[in-house]
């Protein structure tokens, strides 16, 4: 049954990390120092493509201050099947697959004796051809990135080496019979850039591997039992001999869920006896960790005059970088998700090209399956002259609605979305010269996982509640408020820590939108649990069965007058005699969480676009979004927000660039534009609240949903200012202004 | 028996079909017979997947209970940002 009425849950109280992080206290990543630490750094390929002949570490290793150097023969490839690639991409084999691929590392007394020894290893490349756009390396002749990969799913079977590694299809229905009963259809092809996640804090750790064997990582990520696996595995060690300890950290959004830097901390640290710093430069970051794909896409979808959609296709290209794994499949499977569709059809191909391994960026996939699709539908919309939300209402996908993916919708909010949309001011507002209103729809899964969460009540009645997944997004204060709203005692007293590997159970990565469904519903069984031992503690004092003792406001109490007639316990009073009474109470909840339900948005932004440089200005943007139920409502709308504001920048003007030798040209946020606050109109967000039946309070995941619609809704709105419909994101100035010139619109 | 939809690019490991009838209870068993009646399905169900159940996903619920009438699909194993 899910709880309807809160007394803490649905306030807004102030973030238990706030003054930490104002006052400095706050440790991240590069925080923390060791007595007899090393410093490491990498040497990364400058070649796109290159087979490594030979690696002569010989005089980096006799220049003194140099304590440890590993290479590719450090690394055995592990046994596991999903840490073959991960081992590829933190230390090059044969051969360098993108600029930046590490290539050798070194650990010495400074940062500039390692930057020497650097200089001092002689790696002799092979240079190869090299591809980095996904419709090029899909081509026959392209250049094959590696031998023997032959495309799965591919019928008849594939008998070439190909960089196609998958192919995913999904739908139901026939779009042949579909698109014959159309009056009207529109085929368009799209085109998106890579893009990072652009956390504002680098990765970093410090590994301490001690000649016991036993090793301690502090590192910045979003996942430390992931890491803790992830390194155990790749350097052949018991996970129980290696502890992780998580940063507070700066930013993540799907970038921090694999590993990077920490194995070869570790290998260093083991090699040379002594702790080791690694800290990635921005450069090496943007060169080196885990962007997004880039995208190639077309789609087809046919409507009636009346404005019903009667087939939908998608082909869907993304290229992952130089490993398999792209998103694409999901980027298939939630495109058309919010809507009711008799005929659907999408097929993803899943490319390897010549860049850094693609990694998650908030509903991995969905944003560039969206930009495509809900363009289209954007067109189609103003092409019978209906309005787009009343477009999108009457096609919309509702409780009952069978998926593009598959299975059949619960209770689900995008219809809400959608009305209040039509409703708000935001909608009705006039626009100026020059202006356009764009909307579009977005969906995302959750999901929960393991978890396991630890609450002790302290002898004085306050109470830690002891989690293992980092707080990329207030989940702390969500815990608290869960914690408090079960226990009744004030949010206050109540605090959240993050647990190290060797003192929780298994957690699974802060992704997937889950810490708040997942740990949110662990924590309140643990706190359920707390409350069932003090209920014992008050029947063994008053000497009732416990049966008989109900727990209200924070107090233990006979359950009626044939109970007996006693004065109610507080938390505290239970607390200060706990020692007495039994012991330590504490609550425990150790589960693979399940239940959880997916998520709708809708955006609404008004754009207005130079038409003599092609420069968008973001006027006005309202998020529409299904929450579940809102815990902190402040952190929800925060979510939100961050959504757009990085919808914004990734539609605008952020870009992965690269030159004709392959290399990237712009590892910095000086020629990476990601956006600022004057880029930024206030983001108005209105939560709507339609319980997910899984979860006790009916949450569902909210941080990943609303990335999903931004790149497609500031195309509607930029296709409307501009004249012209846009298909190339991002969108900067010169792609505007070569699009409206095209077209007849804009500067002569 | 429980009928469990594949999603589109599993249909040639088994045999052609989107749409197979296994007998199962649980989650676990719906992929041990799945993989028994249709070996080609084993490399995609241990690389991972995860499984609808009457329009909810699990991805490691081996004994998340089945009905004889629940809707299945067998889908992609989800991952987030």
Request: proline share 6%.
């Amino acid at each position: 049954m899910i709880k309807t009425k809160f007394k803490l849950v649905g306030t807004r109280p102030l973030r238990p990390d706030g003054v930490d992080k104002v006052t400095g206290r706050a440790r991240f990543g590069a925080d923390i120092s060791a007595p007899g630490m090393l410093h490491a750094l990498i040497l990364r390929s400058p070649h796109a493509h290159a087979r490594i002949k030979s690696i002569d570490t010989s005089r980096a290793e006799k220049l003194p201050g140099v304590k440890a150097v590993v290479t590719r023969d450090d690394f055995k490839l592990p046994e596991r099947e999903d840490l073959v690639d991960i081992c590829r991409n933190v230390m090059a084999r044969e051969k360098a697959l993108y600029d930046g691929h590490a290539v050798a590392a070194v650990a010495a007394v400074s940062k500039t004796v390692a930057r020497e020894a650097l200089k001092r290893i002689q790696v002799e490349y092979q240079v190869l051809p090299h591809v980095t756009d996904v419709d090029a390396a899909m081509k026959p002749r392209a250049p094959i990135l590696h031998k023997g990969m032959r495309t799965i799913g591919a019928e008849p079977a594939a008998k070439k080496d190909s960089n196609v590694a998958q192919i995913h299809t999904f739908g139901h229905g026939d779009v042949v019979k579909g698109f014959a009963k159309a009056d009207i259809i529109i085929e368009r092809s799209f085109k998106t850039e890579a893009t990072h996640q652009g956390y504002i804090e680098p990765h970093a750790c410090l590994a301490t591997y001690g000649a016991d064997d036993r090793a301690d990582l502090w590192c910045c990520t979003q996942g430390h039992y992931m890491v803790r696996n992830a390194c155990a595995g790749l350097l052949g060690m018991e996970v129980s001999h290696l502890r992780v300890t998580a940063s507070e950290i700066g930013g993540g959004f799907g970038g921090k869920t694999t590993v990077f830097i920490e194995p070869v901390a570790l290998a260093l640290s083991r090699k040379a006896g002594k702790p080791v710093k690694l800290v990635m430069s921005r450069d090496e970051v943007f060169r080196a960790s885990g962007p997004t794909s880039s995208s190639s896409t077309d789609v087809k979808i046919g409507i009636t005059k009346k404005g019903k959609i009667t087939a939908a296709q998608a082909i869907l290209r993304y290229q992952g970088g130089a490993f398999p794994g792209s998103p694409v499949q999901f980027g298939a499977m939630t495109g058309f998700a919010p809507y009711d569709l008799e005929n659907v059809h999408t097929v993803g191909y899943d490319v390897v090209a010549n860049r850094p391994k693609q990694a998650a960026y908030r509903a991995p996939g969905a944003p560039l399956a969206a930009f495509a699709i809900e363009s289209v539908i954007d067109e189609l919309a103003h092409k019978i002259g209906m309005d787009p939300l009343e477009f999108r209402l009457k096609n919309a996908a509702r409780e009952g609605t069978k998926s593009s993916y598959g299975p059949t919708f619960g209770p689900i909010g995008l219809e809400a979305t959608l009305k209040e949309s039509k409703k708000h001011p935001h909608h009705l507002a006039p626009l100026g010269p020059n202006q356009g209103r764009g909307v579009a729809c977005g969906f995302w899964f959750n999901f929960g996982g393991q978890t396991s969460v630890s609450l002790n009540i302290g002898e004085d009645g306050t109470v830690s509640v002891v989690e293992g997944n980092p707080d990329i997004g207030g989940s702390r204060a969500s815990m608290c408020l869960m914690a408090a709203e079960e226990l009744g005692v004030p949010y206050e007293k109540v605090r959240t820590v993050i647990a190290d590997t060797a003192s929780l159970g298994y957690n699974e990565v802060t992704d997937g939108s889950r810490v708040t469904f997942a740990v949110g519903m662990a924590t309140i069984k643990a706190a359920r649990q707390a409350i069932a031992i003090m209920c014992e503690r008050a029947a063994k004092i008053w000497d009732i069965p416990a049966e008989a003792v109900v727990w209200e406001d924070g107090c233990a109490k006979p359950a009626g007058s044939n109970a007996g007639n006693f004065k109610p316990m507080t938390l505290a009073e239970i607390a200060g005699s706990a020692g007495s009474t039994g012991g330590p109470i504490s609550g425990h909840s150790e589960a693979t969480a399940d239940g959880a339900g997916v998520s709708f948005a809708t955006h609404m932004v008004d754009v207005e676009v130079d038409p003599d440089t092609g420069k968008v200005t973001v006027l006005r943007y309202t998020v529409f979004q299904d929450a579940g139920k809102a815990i902190h409502p402040a952190y929800v709308e925060g979510q939100f927000q961050g959504g757009a504001a990085q919808g914004v920048g990734w539609a605008i003007n952020e870009e992965y660039i690269y030159g004709e030798d392959g290399r990237l040209q712009n590892p910095g946020f000086l020629d990476y534009r990601i956006p600022v606050a004057s880029d930024l109109p206030m983001i108005d967000t209105v939560i709507l609240e339609i319980p997910n039946p899984g979860h006790p309070y009916g949450v569902r995941g909210v941080g990943e949903t609303s990335i999903v619609p931004p790149l497609a809704a500031i195309a509607n709105a930029v296709s409307e200012a501009a004249g012209v419909r846009l298909t190339h994101l991002p969108m900067s100035p010169p792609r505007v202004l070569k699009a409206m010139m095209e077209n007849g619109k804009g500067a002569a | 028996m429980v009928k469990v939809v594949l999603w589109g690019s599993l249909k040639k490991a088994a045999g052609g079909q989107t749409e197979v009838e296994v007998e199962a209870k649980n989650v676990r068993e719906v992929l041990d017979r799945l993989k028994e009646t249709y070996p080609k399905l084993s490399a995609d169900i241990d690389r991972g997947v995860s499984v609808s159940i009457d329009g909810v996903i699990f991805r490691d619920a081996w004994f998340a209970p089945i009905k004889p009438e629940s809707e299945v699909y067998l889908l992609p194993r989800l991952a987030g940002g």
